[in-house]
């Protein structure tokens, strides 16, 4: 299986205007984050291009992974270790076969019908959600719920990354449904230290099960 992190940090932008991408991306990772999560909607390709390569080099300094969400072009030209496409993004299968068979690709998912379609279509892990309402994307469907997160992750043989509304105290639950691990945006981006938000999701992440198992 080709390497999903469990501690998705996406960079952003528009909800906060402290740091630019690189520097999130540098304060989760010494945070603990093994993959980053390029999201960038505005702007000239070319630049997507440039600060994609420049987190592409962070993230092999620091051993992480560098997914770019939505922009196959992007991923391919700044030599990203993966892509993650929505569900009106390039077709997952075409993408397998633009991307070879060694890099990342991740699907979003709704419901068990499009965490299944993901999976046969050769997505690595499926990112299932919102599970939460969440701010950080205006368009953003209604909430699954944690029911909806465990039907998901008990229909597929990947794993599922949580996303939407994801806090630390909601980790645990999280986890009880099944998912592999989250990815976040508000919850690094916006916090005052990022770095030690980062810190914070990873110890939970870490945090033994009910009933004494690690996850």
């Known amino acids: 299986m080709r390497r999903v992190g469990r501690l ?27 993959a ?22 962070i993230c092999r300094d620091r051993g992480a992974c560098l997914i770019v969400n939505d922009r196959l072009d992007v ?11 929505g569900r009106e993004d390039f077709p997952l299968s075409l993408a397998r076969h633009l991307l070879g068979p060694d890099r990342v690709i991740g699907a979003s998912a709704e419901t068990v019908e499009e965490a ?32 909806g997160l465990r039907a998901i992750a008990c229909a597929v043989e990947i794993p599922v990354i949580a996303i939407g509304g994801v806090t630390v105290e909601r980790v645990p639950e999280i986890l009880a449904a099944g998912a592999y691990g989250i990815a976040v945006i508000e919850a690094v981006a916006c916090d005052p230290d990022p770095a030690a938000a980062t810190r914070r999701l990873r110890e939970a992440l870490a945090a033994p099960a009910p009933g004494g198992r690690t996850p």
């Open 116 to 147: 299944l379609e993901g999976m046969r279509a050769g997505a690595d892990y499926i990112g299932a959600g919102p599970v939460y309402a969440t701010g950080s994307k205006p368009d953003a469907s209604a909430p699954i719920g944690l029911e």
């Open 8 to 34: 998705h940090v996406l960079t952003d932008i528009t909800r906060q205007d402290r740091h630019d991408h690189a520097e999130l991306a540098r304060r989760a990772l010494e945070g603990g984050a093994d």
């Open 75 to 85: 991923a391919l030209a700044a030599d990203a270790e993966g892509v993650h496409l």
């Open 36 to 57: 980053i999560q390029f999201r960038e909607k505005r702007g000239a390709t070319r630049g997507m291009i440039a600060i994609a390569r420049v987190l592409a080099g």
